[in-house]
């Protein structure tokens, strides 16, 4: 059974950091895209970065470029997101999800886990 779960979430104050973990398990790691996904409250749910774990290609949002940053630790089958200079606007629920092959940047993902709620405050 794919399982994946995001957490690390919090409340900072802006400027402030914080590190997303997106536990998984379920499947074989090297073989999947990653995608990273916000719901700010109001607005429709956003993919704002992802990672193809076999050849680490990525992609970053114009909102997130240069403040966020997607690592991966193979031996834990594990995805963190790195978000310095956090913003206001970044205050959302954040999720990953999965999907098999390469090229993160598609439609949809077939695996989604829960999120974790991230709020920025000015």
């Known amino acids: 059974e794919v399982q994946l779960q995001a957490s690390g979430g919090g409340l900072v104050q802006a400027g402030g950091s914080l590190r997303l973990s997106c536990a998984t398990s379920g499947f074989t790691f090297r073989d999947y895209v990653i995608g990273w996904f916000r719901q700010a409250p109001g607005k429709e749910r956003e993919m704002f970065s992802c990672i193809t774990i076999s050849n680490r290609n990525t992609y970053y949002a114009d909102s997130v470029k240069g403040r966020f940053t997607i690592s991966i630790d193979n031996a834990k089958n594990t995805v963190y997101l790195q978000m310095n200079s956090l913003k206001p606007e970044d205050t959302a629920v954040y999720s990953c999800?999965?999907?098999w092959g390469t090229g993160c940047i598609r439609p949809r993902y077939d695996y989604r886990g829960q999120g974790t709620q991230v709020t920025v405050s000015s």
């Open positions: 999800a999965a999907d």
